[in-house]
C-alpha cells in the first residue's frame, strides 16, 4: 500500500511541475515540428526534373542522318524536351555553360558531341541517355543498310512510334521509409523516453535536497517500498508523458504510428524503464551533482549517435557505435513495426532494455542496502 | 516511567567520535531541552533515536522495547520535526499532511480526521487545499510540525522548529508544544533560543563533544554555576566600542554586546565593577544603567561549554 502511495505522490508532485511539462512535452515537440520541417527535403526520395532544353548544330552532309536526326528531335520534342537549332555564330558550349540550355550537341558526319550542363545535371543526363539511344539505333541502321536496306525504315521509324523509350525508367520499390516528420516523430519520443533517466537520476537526491528524505526514512515505510514507490511512480510519469508525445505527433503533425500500438507503446514502456534505472543506478553510483553530470554527457551522447538528430547511415564508424545507443535500438524495432509491420523486430529492444533495467536495478539496490539511510 | 532510555550511546564516523558514550532517560510527559552548540553531537544523537543511523555502541529503549529490535514499533511511536522544512511545495497542505500520515498505516476516515486534526492545531485549518509555496515562514514551520503529529506519536523530537520565524509565529508554535504536552505527548526539543528553552523545557540536558555535560531542570543547572557572576551594562556610543580591553580586566571570563547591552561574566569573587565602568567612561561611552543579574540558562552554558549557543 505505501508503495502506491509513494508512487502516487511522485505522479502529484511531477505533474504539478511546470518543468516536466517543457521539458517531456514542449521540447520533443517543438523539436520535432522544428526537425521534421526543417529536413523535409533530406528524407525525400525522388527528385524534381526541370525544364530539358537541347542546342544542337546540324553539320553532317549525309542526308540520312539528317532525316533521322529531325526526326529525333521532333519525337524528344514531343516528350518535353526543347530543341533549339543553334544559329550561325552561336557558341553553344558558352550558351551551356551561362545556363541558358540543359545541354549541346554538334552533330556532323563524324558523329555526334555531347555538352552538358553539371548545374542541371539530371535533366542534361536525361538528354544524354536519349542522345545514345539514337546514335545506337542510327549505328544499327548504318550497319542494316549495307545487309538489309529493307529493314532500315522499320529501325528509324521506331524512333518515332517508341519516341517515349529513349530512356526505359524502371525501379525497386523498397519497405515503407518515414518521411522527415514520421522520422523525427520516432526519434524525439524515444530521446524523450530515455531522457527519463535525468529525472530518474534526481529521484533520491531530490528527496535529499527537500529535506524529506529526513521524514520518508523516519516513517515506518522499508526502503525497498520507497524505492519500488519511487521507481514505479517516476516510471508512470515518464511513460504518460511519452503516450502523450505519440498522441500528440500523431493527431497534430500527422505522423504515422502504424497499427501495432501495444506492442509499440511496450517497447517506449520498456525503454522508460531502461532510462529510470540507469538514473537512478547511476546517482547511486556517482555521487552529488557528478551524477547529473554522468547523466547529461551519456544522454547527448546516446542521442547524437542514436539518431535523435539526423539519420545514422548503417555503414561506417557512426554505425559502430549507434549500436550502444538505447535510442538507437528503439528507433529500429519502431521503425520495422511501423514501416514493415515486422513485430519480430520489437523484442530485441524489449530483451535489451528490460535486460539492462535490471542490471541497473539490482545495482542500485546493492548500493541502497550498503547505505544507513536512502 | 521513562518513554525513553539512552545507556552508553556511541556513533563514531571513520575516527571521528560525534557521540560518546551518553547515556540518558526521558520521562513520561516531559519537554526535554537539548542543548548544544553546533557540532555537539545532538542530531546525531536525534537520528540514531529516530532510527535514521544506526548507533556504533549502546543501546536506545523506547517505551521499554530496544529500538534496534523494534525498528518499526520505535518508528510508529516518534514524530520528528526536523530542522529543515520537509515539506512537498507541489503537495497542499492537506496532501502534505495526508501523505506523511499514511505512511504511518492511517486509511480512510482516520487518516482524514487526523489530517484535519493536525492542520487545526497547527493552525492551518482554513489553508488546506493552499501551498506551502505560498505560504509565509512561520506557515511552513507549522505545516512542518503538522506533518510530525498526524499520527499521535508518544515521543515527538522537535530539532529547532522555530528557526527563522517571526515571533507571532514562534509564540504559536511554543504554545503549541506546550499544548501537545498536556495532550500526552513527550517532547524532545533541540533550540538555539535558550528563552525558549527556560520557558517550555521541564528537564535540560547539554551536550558538548558528544558528551552530556550537565543535566537537570533549569533550576538545578543554574545552582552548578556559583562561582561566576553577570553584569549588564546599558551604552551609548558614538562609534564601535571595543571589547578587548573589558576582557583584559581582572577576574572577566567573558564580554559580549548585544543591542547597546554589554554581557560581563566574571569570576564571583572578584570585585572589577569600578574598572570595568572606568575603562567604560575611557572609551567615552554613556552608561545607561549597571545592573547584576543572577546566572541563567546562557550563562550556565557558556561556562560548561566555553561557547555561546549560537556559536
Not at chain 1, 343 to 369: E, S, T, Y
Not at chain 2, 141 to 159: E, F, G, S, T, W
Not at chain 2, 200 to 212: E, P, S, W, Y
Not at chain 2, 266 to 272: D, G, I, T
Amino acid at each position: 500500500m505505501n508503495v502506491i502511495r509513494i508512487a502516487w505522490k511522485e505522479l502529484l508532485v511531477n505533474f504539478r511541475d511546470m518543468r516536466t511539462f517543457v521539458f517531456m512535452l514542449a521540447f520533443p515537440i517543438v523539436l520535432m515540428l522544428i526537425l521534421g520541417t526543417a529536413l523535409t527535403n533530406a528524407f525525400q526520395s525522388g527528385a524534381t526534373v526541370g525544364e530539358m532544353s537541347l542546342l544542337y548544330r546540324n553539320t553532317a552532309s549525309s542526308p540520312q542522318l539528317t532525316e533521322a536526326w529531325n526526326e529525333f528531335t521532333a519525337a524528344i520534342g514531343r516528350e518535353g524536351v526543347k530543341t533549339v537549332a543553334a544559329a550561325a555564330g552561336e557558341d553553344g558550349r558558352a550558351d551551356v555553360r551561362d545556363n541558358r540550355y540543359s545541354a549541346y550537341a554538334e552533330v556532323s558526319d563524324d558523329g555526334i558531341r555531347f555538352y552538358g550542363s553539371t548545374r542541371d545535371s539530371i535533366e542534361s543526363s536525361i538528354i544524354q541517355g536519349m542522345l545514345g539511344a539514337f546514335a545506337d539505333r542510327y549505328n544499327l541502321a548504318a550497319a542494316a543498310l549495307k545487309e538489309d536496306p529493307a529493314a532500315v525504315p522499320a529501325i528509324l521509324a521506331s524512333a518515332d512510334a517508341d519516341s517515349g523509350s529513349f530512356v526505359s525508367e524502371s525501379s525497386l520499390t523498397p519497405d515503407r521509409q518515414p518521411g522527415s516528420m514520421g522520422y523525427y516523430a520516432i526519434a524525439m519520443t524515444t530521446m524523450i523516453a530515455f531522457y527519463s533517466c535525468m529525472s530518474a537520476s534526481n529521484l533520491i537526491r531530490g528527496e535529499r535536497t527537500r529535506k524529506t528524505i529526513v521524514r520518508l526514512s523516519a516513517a515506518p515505510v522499508g526502503k525497498g517500498a520507497i524505492f519500488a514507490g519511487k521507481v514505479i511512480g517516476c516510471t508512470i510519469v515518464n511513460f504518460l508523458c511519452v503516450a502523450a508525445v505519440v498522441l500528440f505527433s500523431k493527431l497534430a503533425f500527422g505522423a504515422d504510428w502504424g497499427t501495432h500500438y501495444p506492442l509499440l507503446l511496450l517497447v517506449l514502456l520498456s525503454e522508460v524503464l531502461l532510462a529510470v534505472s540507469v538514473g537512478l543506478g547511476v546517482s547511486y553510483l556517482f555521487k552529488g551533482d557528478s551524477a547529473r553530470s554522468v547523466i547529461m554527457i551519456f544522454t547527448q551522447i546516446a542521442s547524437f549517435v542514436g539518431g535523435a538528430y539526423f539519420p545514422i547511415e548503417d555503414v561506417g564508424f557512426f554505425s559502430g557505435i549507434s549500436n550502444i545507443s538505447p535510442m538507437r535500438w528503439a528507433n529500429e524495432a519502431l521503425t520495422k513495426m511501423i514501416y514493415a509491420d515486422n513485430l519480430q523486430a520489437a523484442w530485441p529492444a524489449l530483451g535489451l532494455n528490460v535486460g539492462i533495467a535490471a542490471v541497473f536495478l539490482i545495482a542500485a539496490i546493492l548500493f541502497m542496502r550498503r547505505q544507513e539511510a536512502l | 516511567m521513562n518513554v525513553l532510555e539512552i545507556r552508553n550511546l556511541t556513533k563514531k564516523f571513520g575516527d571521528f567520535v560525534a557521540v560518546d558514550n551518553m547515556s540518558l532517560n526521558v520521562r513520561e510527559g516531559e519537554i526535554f531541552g537539548f542543548l548544544g552548540a553546533n557540532g555537539a553531537g545532538k542530531s546525531t544523537t536525534i537520528n540514531m533515536i529516530a532510527s535514521l543511523l544506526r548507533s556504533t555502541k549502546g543501546e536506545i529503549d523506547l517505551l521499554g522495547k530496544n529500538i534496534a529490535k523494534n525498528v518499526k514499533f520505535a518508528k510508529m511511536n516518534i514524530g520528528i520535526v526536523p530542522q529543515d522544512l520537509a515539506i512537498y511545495d507541489n503537495m497542499t497542505a492537506y496532501e502534505n499532511v495526508s501523505f506523511f500520515a499514511g505512511l504511518y498505516g492511517l486509511r480512510g476516515t482516520l487518516l482524514k480526521e487526523r489530517t484535519l486534526e493536525a492542520l487545526d492545531f497547527v493552525g492551518l485549518g482554513d489553508k488546506l487545499k493552499s501551498y506551502p509555496k505560498n505560504f509565509s515562514g512561520g506557515m511552513k514551520r507549522r505545516l512542518n510540525i503538522a506533518c510530525a503529529i498526524a499520527h499521535r506519536p508518544k515521543l515527538i523530537i522537535m530539532d529547532e522548529p522555530t528557526v527563522g520565524i517571526d515571533p507571532q509565529s514562534r509564540n504559536y508554535i511554543l504554545q503549541s508544544v506546550k499544548q501537545l504536552n498536556q495532550m500526552g505527548s513527550t517532547i524532545i526539543y533541540t533550540s538555539h533560543y535558550m528563552e525558549e528553552v527556560e520557558e517550555i523545557c521541564t528537564r535540560i540536558a547539554i551536550v558538548d563533544h558528544g558528551k552530556i555535560i550537565a543535566e537537570g531542570t533549569k533550576e538545578q543547572l543554574k545552582t552548578i554555576i556559583t562561582d561566576t557572576k553577570e553584569t549588564w551594562i546599558g551604552v551609548k556610543t558614538d562609534g564601535a566600542l571595543a571589547l578587548e580591553p573589558l576582557k583584559q580586566i581582572q577576574g572577566v571570563t567573558a564580554v559580549r554586546l548585544e543591542d547597546n547591552v554589554i554581557v560581563i561574566h566574571s569570576r564571583a569573587e572578584v570585585n572589577n565593577l569600578n574598572r570595568i565602568i572606568q575603562q567604560l567612561i575611557a572609551a567615552q561611552a554613556e552608561i545607561r544603567f549597571v545592573e547584576e543579574k543572577a546566572p541563567n540558562l546562557e550563562t550556565v552554558f557558556l561556562t560548561l561549554t566555553g561557547r555561546n549557543l549560537r556559536d
